[in-house]
């Protein structure tokens, strides 16, 4: 297991981009970390100030955005859509860390009631690759992909014992030229002195193998953290670290007690990274190049072809396939390699992309590009856009349903709806419960196998109300919500039910998964 080499510091960076670099790709970049930072909803004025690009390059960048799926026009928003999690899921996939760890990490959170995390080392920060936290009305907050400065981290000085004298200059020319963290948005504006002692801590980091933050990114919050080696170089590949709040374990009392039950799960991590055989390359992506011409020739000077065929660069990786060379990208993507390798140029530029020898691989920066604010998602909030589109064209109420665990007889209940605007329609609100047996999407999620596909239900609940629904399922094949449209006996009869709203139904059922199977490859989203 070869961990992702880390991107080097800010500082090391050219300010200027290289002759060969895509503008629009930059341009389309800086749009998309815009969003990120803003929860991933921005206006178009609201996009112009953040990235100081005209309003009519803003408009032909979310345009081309939104034909890539990776956002959605609402009114004069725009809003990151779950399929821009693709390019995070490039570098998750890539990197494989998650997909061999997640399980321990998860397992700890269990054993221990706190919260547990994933780091890798992102220039002189630290960005999650995994949490798993606990439902509390306090909990951490953090994301996938978020990124905090080392200093203010108990994993900082983890990655910091390794740093050269180049990377510790880097540090502190960042240290005096951002004092307030303004260039790390998820975590509060830094208080005075909190960075004080940080090379010491790196130097304790060093001899103890363990590190611990008390209280450095705001008051309350605790950790431990011990490194996660990779077999083949010694080097960490990423930090393990469990967090929680006074309320429940002072700093002191974290090594004490969960640091020991922390060093054994890091040893089975070890154990795992060690053993895992080699991992079998995923088909790549097909097609790309062709699409992103098609869309030239539809929509015209409103899709930015070098921006998509840009994006298309970085869902070349993947697991088993985490150092490409230039032949390997153009050959995966399609494109010329004149094409790739510019690209590859840009992003190099960017810090999305670092390059050994030949190869090139993606850095945890790519996380940056949509990640977190989707990373908390939920199969509600997946769906509620779909559902407002299938109500649009059908003019009729739909809904998403959820089966009630624990409940005899069993019960659905309702997580996600979309009215109709009709003098008669169909009124149920988020949270109603209602008798699976009686309910099209009861029956969608209790025999989800039957063999025509659908449950229909004819006045059964209401005198006149129809309503049929289809089962929306996870990666696995299983059934977790039902999705349906309701309607008057009086406007479809029962055949006009199945002959047109089914397939509109199946349609956006079939969206749904694929916003929830994307969302929840490296991610645990829940029904609501």
């Not at 907050?141 to 900082?156: K, N, V």
């Not at 070098?306 to 660069?313: D, F």
């Not at 309910?439 to 025509?452: I, N, S, V």
Request: aromatic residues 4%; contains cysteine; hydrophobic residues 40%.
């Amino acid at each position: 297991m070869t961990a992702a080499a880390p991107l080097p510091f800010s500082s090391t960076a050219p300010h200027e981009p290289p002759a060969e670099a895509v503008a629009p790709l930059i341009r389309g970049v800086a749009v998309l970390e815009a969003l990120t930072e803003a929860g991933g909803t921005l206006s178009a004025s609201a996009l112009e100030r953040r990235t100081g690009l005209a309003r009519s390059t803003v408009d032909r960048i979310t345009a081309t955005l939104a034909r890539m799926g990776y956002v959605r026009p609402a009114g004069r928003d725009a809003v990151l859509t779950p399929r821009v999690m693709e390019l995070g899921n490039a570098y998750l996939a890539a990197l494989r860390l998650p997909a061999l760890l997640d399980p321990y990490a998860d397992a700890l959170a269990d054993e221990l009631d706190e919260s547990v995390s994933l780091a890798v080392a992102d220039r002189d920060g630290i960005r999650f690759i995994h949490q798993a936290t606990r439902r509390r009305a306090m909990s951490v907050s953090f994301r996938i992909g978020d990124l905090l400065p080392a200093e203010r981290t108990a994993p900082g000085p983890l990655f910091a014992a390794d740093w050269t004298e180049t990377e510790w200059s880097a540090w502190r020319a960042r240290r005096a030229a951002d004092p307030t963290d303004a260039g790390f948005p998820a975590v509060p504006p830094r208080g005075p002195g909190v960075e004080d002692g940080f090379e010491a801590r790196a130097d304790r980091a060093r001899r103890d193998g363990w590190a611990l933050d008390d209280q450095l990114i705001e008051p309350g919050l605790v950790a431990v953290s011990v490194p996660v080696r990779d077999p083949a170089t010694g080097r960490v590949a990423c930090v393990a670290s469990v967090v929680s709040h006074t309320s429940r374990h002072t700093a002191a009392d974290l090594r004490a007690t969960l640091l020991p039950r922390l060093r054994r799960a890091v040893t089975a991590m070890e154990t795992e990274l060690r053993e895992a055989p080699p991992p079998r390359p995923g088909p790549p992506p097909s097609g790309l190049a062709g699409w992103t011409t098609a869309s030239k020739h539809e929509l015209g000077r409103d899709f930015v072809e070098s921006l998509a065929r840009g994006l298309t660069v970085l869902t070349a990786f993947g697991e088993g396939r985490s150092a490409l060379t230039l032949t390997d990208v153009a050959k995966a993507t399609g494109l010329a390699r004149a094409t790739a390798r510019r690209a590859l140029i840009t992003y190099e530029h960017l810090g999305l992309v670092t390059a050994a020898g030949r190869t090139f691989a993606l850095t945890p920066r790519v996380l940056s590009l949509g990640y977190p604010p989707l990373s908390r998602t939920t199969l509600a909030r997946l769906a509620t856009p779909r559902l407002r589109a299938l109500t649009d064209r059908l003019h009729e109420p739909t809904a998403l349903a959820v089966l009630v665990p624990g409940t005899d007889p069993p019960e659905i209940q309702y997580t996600a709806v979309a009215t109709a605007s009709r003098v008669l329609t169909v009124d149920i609100t988020v949270g109603t419960r209602l008798p699976a047996a009686r309910t099209a999407l009861g029956r969608a999620l209790l025999a989800p196998d039957e063999p025509r596909g659908y449950a229909l239900a004819d006045e059964e609940l209401e005198s006149g109300l129809r309503s049929i629904a289809v089962p929306v399922r996870d990666r696995t094949g299983r059934p977790v919500a039902a999705l349906n449209v309701a309607t008057h006996a009086a406007r479809r009869t029962l055949e006009e039910c199945v002959t047109e709203l089914l397939p509109e139904l199946r349609a956006t059922a079939t969206h749904i998964q694929t916003d929830l199977h994307t969302a929840s490859r490296f991610t645990r989203v829940p029904p609501s």
